[in-house]
């Protein structure tokens, strides 16, 4: 009872489509994708008491992998074909523009903080694989260890039983139930745009909340700086160095303080390819209000592969801010004066 009671008054549920809510000039301002309360909170704490935007959004983003977010953040979930996890996760200053990443990196279950390393101590946007892990090594994160978890190692051996299936591949021919696989010399070609919208729907089938998701974080401090960071496991059962949206600007996250900022989440192999953060900042750059840029960036992607799974929202440099999505329900998380504790808005498809 205590537990519901909790809730009631501390996580206030808004039902809306492309919900836009106005509270402008009041900082600091954080939000995310999904219920993520305590990435928020721990967020929120840091830029409440003085921190930058910047490194409150990378302590958000820690929480978050400490927590493990619904197993698609940090260590210990999403496996890869071999049962491997490994991180992408990116920073983006938007006072600057600069922009630290890593992808596909392994042994160092610290995603965020060495993509902060990234910004803070090279010139570099990314680093990939092991040679981003031996630099966050060497910058003094923990490490090496290992980033599977019981949990993951059980949905993978599940899977494996399963013959392998769902997974990634397209036009091969395996040599076995789990490969290897070769390409099929019988390609199929999709020249009618029904077979385009079949096609693109069987590849999404398998790609939902609880499978293939990001924290992705955007925070305005007290003097009215803007940051993201994203951080993701990426997606499960993946083919071994998949590197989605989580680390790309633009796709995943983007900020600017002239304007605002974005977070995306969803089927990150299609949502990459049109950069919704990038197109929903520029969107209000020329005079959309959060929610129609939103909605904007989203349907973009929809007309092209209508079978996609995904979201963005979207925050404008006054704080104002709206979601929108295709495909499933989405809730994104805010916490800013005036409010006891985060709340949490829903937007329908």
């Known amino acids: 009872m205590a537990a519901i009671t909790r809730l009631v008054l501390f996580t206030l549920i808004s039902l809306a489509v492309g919900h836009e809510v106005k509270h402008a000039g ?13 990435a928020v909170r721990a967020a929120w704490g840091a830029v409440n008491s003085g921190f930058s935007a910047l490194d409150a959004v990378v302590e958000g983003c820690s929480a978050c992998e400490e927590l493990r977010c619904d197993g698609t953040v940090g260590p210990g979930g999403s496996p890869d074909e071999n049962g491997e996890t490994t991180l992408d996760a990116m920073v983006m200053n938007g006072a600057t523009m600069e ?20 910004m803070r101590h090279t010139e570099h946007t990314m680093l990939v694989g092991e040679q981003a892990s031996a630099f966050a090594i060497s910058m003094g994160l923990p490490g090496p260890a290992n980033l599977s978890s019981a949990e993951s190692m059980e949905k ?5 039983q399963n013959n392998c299936r769902p997974n990634f591949w397209k036009n091969i021919q395996p040599t076995g139930s789990c490969g290897p696989y070769h390409p099929s010399h019988k390609v199929q070609k999709t020249c009618s745009m029904d077979n385009l919208v079949e096609h693109i729907g069987a ?12 924290i992705s974080m955007a925070v305005i401090d ?3 700086h803007i940051a993201v960071g994203t951080s993701t496991n990426g997606a499960t059962f993946k083919i071994p160095g998949r590197v989605g949206d989580g680390p790309i600007a633009g796709s995943s996250a983007y900020a600017d303080d002239e304007v605002g900022a974005c977070g995306a989440t969803g089927d990150g192999d299609i949502m990459m390819r049109f950069l919704p953060c990038y197109q929903a900042v520029e969107s209000m750059r020329m005079g959309m209000e959060p929610k129609q840029a939103a909605r904007d960036a989203i349907q973009r992607i929809a007309r092209k592969y209508p079978g996609f799974v995904g979201a963005v929202f979207a925050v404008n440099k006054n704080g104002v801010h709206a979601g929108a999505c295709h495909g499933w329900t989405f809730q994104y998380s805010v916490r800013r004066p005036g409010m006891e504790d985060v709340e949490v808005f829903t937007v329908l498809p």
């Open 26 to 38: 009041q900082y600091p301002v954080v939000v995310s994708t999904w219920p993520f309360l305590e």
């Open 99 to 118: 922009v630290g990443a890593v992808a596909a990196m392994r042994y160092v279950r610290d995603g965020i903080r060495a993509a902060r390393l990234v």
């Open 222 to 224: 007290k003097t009215g």
């Open 156 to 160: 993978w051996n599940k899977w494996k």
């Open 203 to 214: 590849k999404s089938s398998h790609v939902g909340v609880h499978n293939h998701d990001t």
